[in-house]
Nanobody, 123 residues
Framework: QVQLVESGGRVVQAGGSLRLSCAASGRTFSSFSMGWFRQPSGKEREFVAAISWSGDSTYYADSVKGRFTISRDDAKNTMYLQMNSLKPEDTAVYYC????????????????WGKGTLVTVSS
């Protein structure tokens, strides 16, 4: 079993920056590919970014490419999402997800989910 806890969400002005964290406990963190999804109010959950279990590969949605950076620190069992140049359309609940071994990208393929942290970008 893996428990995921997101933190760092808050209200920020457009153009600002924010760093989200996802702390993991339980099974071996380093064996999981990790990712971020987000769900704007009234909309479906969408992929944001992911990092492979080895840390060698990263993946980004087109909408955040060049603005967001995903990273992981296996010594701390923590994944991060650095978000820069934030836009009002980035407003959403951000969820951390873990997938055993390779990243598939499908929400239905995730093995574990956090409960989410709310990011609100004001214009």
């Amino acid at each position: 079993q893996v428990q995921l806890v997101e933190s760092g969400g808050r209200v920020v002005q457009a153009g600002g920056s924010l760093r989200l964290s996802c702390a993991a406990s339980g099974r071996t963190f380093s064996s999981f590919s990790m990712g971020w999804f987000r769900q704007p109010s009234g909309k479906e959950r969408e992929f944001v970014a992911a990092i492979s279990w080895s840390g060698d590969s990263t993946y980004y949605a087109d909408s955040v490419k060049g603005r967001f950076t995903i990273s992981r620190d296996d010594a701390k069992n923590t994944m991060y999402l650095q978000m820069n140049s934030l836009k009002p359309e980035d407003t959403a609940v951000y969820y951390c997800a873990a997938e055993q071994s390779n990243w598939s990208g499908s929400p239905s393929g995730m093995d574990y989910w956090g409960k989410g942290t709310l990011v609100t970008v004001s214009s």
